[in-house]
């Protein structure tokens, strides 16, 4: 059962203080893979992260996630998500439009 891991993952993802690309959220992603339940499960855990703590090396790793488009343009649209992590958004967003 894939769900205990993810469980003890996202225990450890929330100790996280910024949200670049560390190596938990690899791990996550791993999991996310592996079984497409998780994908939902990793976004509600991101969800919670203060957006002061997002940085723009995130959302490249995110933006191919079909379980994270909601998440990405909630941060965009959120007023305390940082400037350059707005950007990096858009810039995703158009490459995906291309």
Known sequence: E???VMDRLLTRARQEQTWGTPPIL???LTV????PDQGPRL???L????PSQLT?????????????KNLLERW???KETPQ??????ESETRKDVA
Do not use: F, M, N
Request: glycine content about 6%; overall charge positive; charged content about 20%.
């Open 2 to 4: 894939i769900s205990p």
């Open 26 to 28: 690899y791990a996550c």
């Open 32 to 35: 996310a893979g592996a079984d």
């Open 43 to 45: 976004a509600e855990c």
């Open 47 to 50: 969800q919670g992260i203060p």
């Open 56 to 68: 723009p090396a995130l959302i490249p790793v995110l933006s191919d996630k079909p379980w994270a």
């Open 76 to 78: 965009r649209t959120h």
């Open 84 to 89: 350059r992590v707005k950007r990096a958004i």
